[in-house]
């Protein structure tokens, strides 16, 4: 990736839309210039998609759960399989210490999150599991690239 390249993904994340003619706002690239590098992206599987985000509070998804889980297994994707087939499993994560498994759930209420738990227990592979409920979001993000300054990624992901 070249500068430019940079400066539009950092344009998506900040603004979160990929409009040509917001991002030329933004960055000051031509339009044309902006589509053509959009399809490279794509192409390439830097972008990988244009769904729209959604407010998961609004939506009804207001509980969020982080789950640790320790299993017994002996391939962990056979395992990642099954935690994945739960309702309301957003993000799960293989992990090295103490703890195998990560899980991020985003639930209706809080009777749901007992159904969460059974249903994670219910799988022969896990030994226990311990639950967080988040109290507050301080930063939920889709756009990683917020949490950065344009100079600090241009740094790190323009090639030489």
């Known amino acids: 990736m070249d500068e430019r390249d940079v400066r539009l993904l950092k344009a998506i994340s900040d603004l979160g839309t990929g409009s040509p003619d917001r991002l030329h706002e933004e960055t000051g690239i031509p339009v044309s210039t902006i589509h053509y590098r959009l399809n490279n992206l794509r192409e390439a599987g830097v972008i990988e998609n244009d769904l729209y985000d959604l407010d998961l509070d609004a939506v009804g998804l207001g509980v969020t759960v982080i789950v640790e889980v320790l299993a017994d297994y002996d391939r962990y994707e056979d395992i990642s399989e099954k935690l994945l087939a739960v309702e309301g499993v957003t993000q799960l994560y293989f992990t090295m210490g103490e703890t ?3 899980v991020v759930a985003r639930l209706p209420d809080s009777d749901d999150v007992e159904r969460l738990v059974r249903d994670f227990e219910s799988i022969p592979e ?8 988040v109290i507050a979001s301080l930063r939920d993000s889709a756009r990683p690239l917020q949490s950065y300054g344009l100079d600090s ?3 790190a992901l323009v090639d030489e």
Request: proline content about 0%; hydrophobic content about 45%.
């Open 100 to 102: 195998d498994f990560v």
């Open 126 to 133: 896990v030994e226990r599991t311990n639950s967080t409920f």
């Open 153 to 155: 990624l241009l740094e």
